[in-house]
């Protein structure tokens, strides 16, 4: 039983070639990378292996960062399309109100020209 556990694991890498390291990290992931580079899985191609994750990080880091900015452009758009959204209804609300007062003035000149037909005849 003891020699099935050691035949589940996998050899240490023993090529130092920054290529060999490089496409076994791509197909290993990063999580399995780090657990490998603790247990020492790596032999002399670990410092690649600490190179590949390191720009792992940084390109994750990276691709956060302009997520962020292009979140807040997005949010920063989205304000000022709502900002002219409420100018424009402003506006609108402004000239509607002055129509309705025209409509108003309108059906109170109308008033006062029945009223004044009707005491002068």
């Known amino acids: 039983m003891e020699g099935s556990a050691a035949e589940r694991r996998t050899p240490a890498l023993t090529t130092d070639s920054r290529e060999d390291v490089r ?3 791509e197909k290993l992931g990063e999580l ?7 247990s020492g899985h790596f032999g ?36 000022e399309d709502a900002a002219s959204a409420a100018r424009a209804a402003a506006a609108g609300a402004r000239s509607a ?17 029945s009223l004044a037909k009707y005491w002068w005849t």
Request: aromatic content about 8%; proline content about 0%.
């Open 44 to 79: 002399t191609g670990e410092a690649f292996a600490w190179e590949w994750l390191l720009e792992q990080h940084y390109r994750r880091r990276r691709e956060g960062e302009s997520e962020d900015r292009e979140r807040s452009e997005r949010a920063l758009k989205a304000a």
């Open 23 to 25: 496409r076994e990290c």
């Open 32 to 38: 399995v990378v780090q657990a490998k580079l603790e």
């Open 97 to 113: 109100a002055r129509w309705t007062m025209v409509a108003a003035l309108s059906a109170v000149a109308a008033v006062i020209v």
